[in-house]
Nanobody, 125 residues
Framework: QVQIVESGGGLVQPGGSLTLSCAASGFTFGNFAMGWFRQAPGKEREGVSC????????YYADSVKGRFTISRDNAKNTVSLQMHDLKPEDTGVYYCAAGGLLLATRCTVPEGDYWGQGTQVTVSS
C-alpha cells in the first residue's frame, strides 16, 4: 500500500524559513523521481521542485530558484524541501508526489503517479 505523508507546514512571516518533509512507503522509493507541488486558493496545482531518483537532476520553478532547495535520502525514503525568504505568494497547500523519469524534468502534475494529502504553508505577517 503506497503511503506519502507530508509534514512541516505552518504559519511563517515573510522572509522566514520552513522545511517540509515527505515520508514515503509501499513502493521502491529509489526508483522514483520525487517532487513538491503547491496549490494556492483558486489556482491550479503547480510544480515547485522535483528531483530525479539518483539525485542527478533537480528542477526548480523560476519563482523559487535561489530560495528553495530539494533533497532526498534514499536510505530513509524521504524527500525534503528547504524554503527560505518566504513570500506571501508562496502560500498554499504543498503536496509531495512520486513519479517516473519525466517528473524530474517536467515537474508537472500529470507526471505524478502517487500523491500525499498535502500540508498547509501560510506566509503572512
Amino acid at each position: 500500500q503506497v503511503q506519502i505523508v507530508e509534514s512541516g507546514g505552518g504559519l511563517v512571516q515573510p522572509g522566514g524559513s520552513l522545511t517540509l518533509s515527505c515520508a514515503a512507503s509501499g513502493f521502491t522509493f529509489g526508483n522514483f523521481a520525487m517532487g513538491w507541488f503547491r496549490q494556492a486558493p483558486g489556482k491550479e496545482r503547480e510544480g515547485v521542485s522535483c528531483i530525479s531518483s539518483s539525485v542527478g537532476h533537480r528542477y526548480y520553478a523560476d519563482s523559487v530558484k535561489g530560495r528553495f532547495t530539494i533533497s532526498r535520502d534514499n536510505a530513509k525514503n524521504t524527500v525534503s524541501l528547504q524554503m527560505h525568504d518566504l513570500k506571501p505568494e508562496d502560500t498554499g497547500v504543498y503536496y509531495c508526489a512520486a513519479g517516473g523519469l519525466l517528473l524530474a524534468t517536467r515537474c508537472t502534475v500529470p507526471e505524478g503517479d502517487y500523491w500525499g494529502q498535502g500540508t498547509q504553508v501560510t506566509v503572512s505577517s
